[in-house]
């Protein structure tokens, strides 16, 4: 039976929190760790919570090993060298890209983002990178730099993103793939 705190579920560590929320979020961090918080009221409590690990448990499985299979290098916090690198590799590719492509008053940042390479608000024209970028390689960044300029057109994955993806950098879906890990 889970309770709150940690738990063992078939050898693998489990923490249980409760919090003000609608309903059950279960995570697996980029470490291995499973973490599942659970409403304080209603939402059937930590009852409902067992079961509903229990449902997806093969999911947190399937989770966990790739998260675990990641190299290090993916997750490690980048240098004040590399950084420093990353923003001139960054200021080069998106002045490049944005010519190539007529794109004009794009304005661009880098900060921390745990779960993205990238964002793109196309209204205001403003784009962000994340500082995880500064431990991949040059071909991956200019990816990321291309798939959130072309949002500028396509506003979101479909059909007509992925035709002018095709366009400008063939093999895209294969550093995609890189960088999914």
Same mark, same amino acid.
């Given at each position: 039976?889970?309770?709150?705190?940690?738990?063992?579920?078939?050898?693998?560590?489990?923490?249980?929190?409760?919090?003000?929320?609608?309903?059950?979020?279960?995570?697996?961090?980029?470490?291995?760790?499973?973490?599942?918080?659970?409403?304080?009221?209603?939402?059937? =409590?930590?009852?409902?919570?067992?079961?509903?690990?229990?449902?997806?448990?093969?999911?947190?499985?399937?989770?966990?090993?790739?998260?675990?299979?990641?190299?290090?290098?993916?997750?490690?916090?980048?240098?004040?060298?590399?950084?420093?690198?990353?923003?001139?590799?960054?200021?080069?590719?998106?002045?490049? &890209?944005?010519?190539?492509?007529?794109?004009?008053?794009?304005? &661009?940042?880098?900060?921390?983002?745990?779960?993205? &390479?990238?964002?793109?608000? &196309?209204?205001?024209?403003?784009?962000? @990178?994340?500082?995880?970028?500064?431990?991949?390689?040059?071909?991956?960044?200019? @990816?990321?730099?291309?798939?959130?300029?072309?949002?500028?057109?396509?506003?979101?994955? =479909?059909?007509?993103?992925?035709?002018?993806?095709?366009?400008?950098?063939?093999?895209?879906?294969?550093?995609?793939?890189?960088?999914?890990?």
């Amino acid at each position: 039976m889970l309770k709150e705190g940690e738990n063992r579920v078939d050898g693998v560590r489990v923490e249980v929190v409760r919090r003000r929320q609608k309903r059950i979020n279960l995570r697996v961090g980029r470490d291995g760790r499973v973490r599942m918080s659970v409403p304080l009221w209603g939402g059937g =409590g930590i009852g409902a919570a067992e079961a509903f690990l229990r449902e997806q448990w093969d999911w947190v499985m399937r989770a966990r090993e790739k998260a675990l299979a990641t190299p290090a290098a993916a997750t490690r916090k980048a240098t004040a060298e590399e950084m420093a690198g990353l923003w001139c590799l960054l200021g080069e590719l998106h002045g490049l &890209w944005c010519a190539k492509l007529g794109e004009h008053g794009v304005t &661009w940042r880098v900060s921390p983002m745990k779960s993205r &390479w990238g964002v793109c608000n &196309w209204t205001k024209r403003r784009i962000g @990178y994340s500082t995880m970028l500064a431990t991949q390689p040059r071909e991956l960044v200019e @990816y990321v730099v291309v798939h959130e300029l072309t949002h500028l057109q396509a506003h979101n994955h =479909g059909p007509w993103f992925q035709t002018l993806m095709s366009q400008r950098l063939p093999g895209w879906r294969m550093m995609r793939e890189r960088l999914k890990g």
